[in-house]
């Protein structure tokens, strides 16, 4: 087996392709309910009330009353472009339109204890390009699909003091495409498609991967009301290891249209296409066949500290400070059963 490095890098995740790394750029997804888009994504301290707190900080469901449901789709249609710095080649994002789901339920069970289950979505996202796109060969679409389904418990421990906290179970798909360059391939023992002066930039191999794996963590709160105008909250967040084992990676071949002059080194016929002799490496239980690959996949741990500020009878002030783990991912390590 050998292990490989994908990267993410300008919102891409990268492919496999040399053992070198990019900073990492964050995935993450915060809209998770109307009310708290509309504070712009505050209120940590002063969760709102149709069951979101689920997902914000848990500690706001107690108060819920005999049962609050909701739920909501988020819009989200990602823009962008990569210029190459050294032809000035400008190259778009494919249009793609994601719709991110959330679902809330929470309700009082009596004596100061509330309870709720939240479904949402607060990792993934997908970027594609084009097959042309000039670093095709590090990744041309990259998508992560992180779905937690998290039961929530939470409890008033004085008038005051609010606490809350749930076990998030995630299930997760990643499928990562990219091309491979046949000019840094080795052909032979010693021999890349390179030192044969075949082209930089030569497609040959397509690459397709696609694993599912699931995960665990969890998702504490607390508020404080610690003035009657003043209330204080945290909320964290953990972070999650998913494990995808037995992904399938689909090689195809692509046509490079290359045609061997005589005496080349694979001692064929001058006129044979290149094609014909790399179809051997596709064919089963060869190199580039059909196979299993596997990687570990680390969703990031949050933490929001935030404090609501009741000004007047009618200004409510707002602030959150968010800090994710990002370091977290940087990469990517696939292992295949055979390349």
Same mark, same amino acid.
């Not at 998770?32 to 997902?55: E, K, L, N, Y």
């Not at 179970?169 to 032979?188: C, E, H, P």
């Not at 179809?279 to 741990?301: C, E, I, M, N, V």
């Given at each position: 087996?050998?292990?490989?490095?994908?990267?993410?890098?300008?919102?891409?995740?990268?492919?496999?392709?040399?053992?070198?790394?990019?900073?990492?750029?964050?995935?993450?997804?915060?809209?998770?309910?109307?009310?708290?888009?509309?504070?712009?994504?505050?209120?940590?301290?002063?969760?709102?009330?149709?069951?979101?707190?689920?997902?914000?900080?848990? /500690?706001?469901?107690?108060?819920?009353?005999?049962?609050?449901?909701?739920?909501?789709?988020?819009?989200?249609?990602?823009?962008?472009?990569?210029? #190459?710095?050294?032809?000035?080649?400008?190259?778009?994002?494919?249009?793609?339109?994601?719709?991110?789901?959330?679902?809330?339920?929470?309700?009082?069970?009596?004596?100061?204890? +509330?309870?709720?289950?939240?479904?949402?979505?607060?990792?993934?996202?997908?970027?594609?390009?084009?097959?042309?796109?000039?670093?095709?060969?590090?990744?041309?679409? +990259?998508?992560?699909?992180?779905?937690?389904?998290?039961?929530?418990?939470?409890?008033?421990?004085?008038?005051?003091?609010?606490?809350?906290?749930?076990?998030?179970?995630?299930?997760?798909?990643?499928?990562?495409?990219?091309?491979?360059?046949?000019?840094?391939?080795?052909?032979?023992?010693?021999?890349?498609?390179?030192?044969?002066?075949?082209?930089?930039?030569?497609?040959?191999?397509?690459?397709?991967?696609?694993?599912?794996?699931?995960?665990?963590?969890? !998702?504490?709160?607390?508020?404080?009301? /610690?003035?009657?105008?003043?209330?204080?909250?945290?909320?964290?967040?953990?972070?999650?290891?998913?494990?995808? !084992?037995?992904?399938?990676?689909?090689?195809?071949?692509?046509?490079?249209?290359?045609?061997? #002059?005589?005496? !080349?080194?694979?001692?064929?016929?001058?006129?044979?296409?290149?094609?014909?002799?790399? /179809?051997?490496?596709?064919?089963? #239980? +060869?190199?580039?066949?059909?196979?299993?690959? +596997?990687?570990?996949?680390?969703?990031?741990?949050?933490?929001?500290?935030?404090?609501?500020?009741?000004?007047?009878?009618?200004?409510?002030?707002?602030? #959150?400070?968010?800090?994710?783990?990002?370091?977290?991912?940087?990469?990517?390590?696939?292992?295949?059963?055979?390349?």
């Amino acid at each position: 087996m050998r292990r490989f490095l994908v990267w993410m890098a300008a919102g891409v995740l990268a492919g496999a392709a040399a053992p070198a790394g990019l900073a990492a750029q964050g995935y993450g997804i915060y809209e998770h309910g109307t009310c708290m888009m509309g504070r712009a994504g505050t209120g940590t301290a002063s969760p709102c009330q149709d069951g979101s707190a689920i997902f914000f900080n848990p /500690a706001g469901i107690v108060g819920s009353g005999r049962g609050v449901l909701s739920a909501g789709v988020t819009y989200i249609g990602p823009t962008g472009s990569f210029t #190459d710095d050294a032809t000035a080649t400008t190259t778009t994002l494919n249009d793609l339109k994601f719709y991110i789901p959330h679902l809330y339920y929470a309700r009082d069970l009596g004596g100061g204890y +509330s309870a709720g289950l939240g479904v949402f979505a607060p990792y993934g996202l997908t970027t594609e390009w084009g097959n042309d796109f000039e670093g095709r060969f590090l990744g041309y679409r +990259s998508e992560i699909q992180g779905i937690y389904i998290q039961p929530t418990f939470a409890a008033r421990l004085a008038p005051d003091l609010k606490i809350g906290g749930g076990i998030d179970f995630s299930i997760v798909k990643v499928n990562l495409r990219q091309r491979v360059d046949l000019f840094s391939t080795t052909l032979a023992p010693g021999l890349t498609g390179g030192n044969l002066g075949i082209p930089e930039g030569t497609d040959f191999a397509d690459v397709n991967l696609e694993g599912h794996g699931t995960g665990i963590g969890f !998702n504490l709160g607390v508020v404080w009301q /610690a003035h009657p105008r003043v209330a204080l909250g945290a909320r964290y967040l953990s972070q999650q290891e998913i494990y995808i !084992n037995k992904a399938t990676a689909t090689v195809n071949q692509v046509s490079t249209g290359i045609i061997l #002059d005589p005496g !080349n080194p694979f001692g064929v016929p001058g006129g044979t296409p290149l094609d014909a002799v790399l /179809a051997g490496r596709f064919l089963p #239980d +060869s190199l580039l066949d059909d196979q299993t690959g +596997s990687t570990k996949l680390t969703f990031p741990d949050q933490f929001v500290f935030g404090v609501t500020v009741k000004a007047t009878d009618r200004l409510n002030i707002l602030t #959150d400070i968010q800090w994710v783990h990002w370091k977290k991912f940087e990469t990517l390590a696939l292992q295949f059963e055979r390349l």
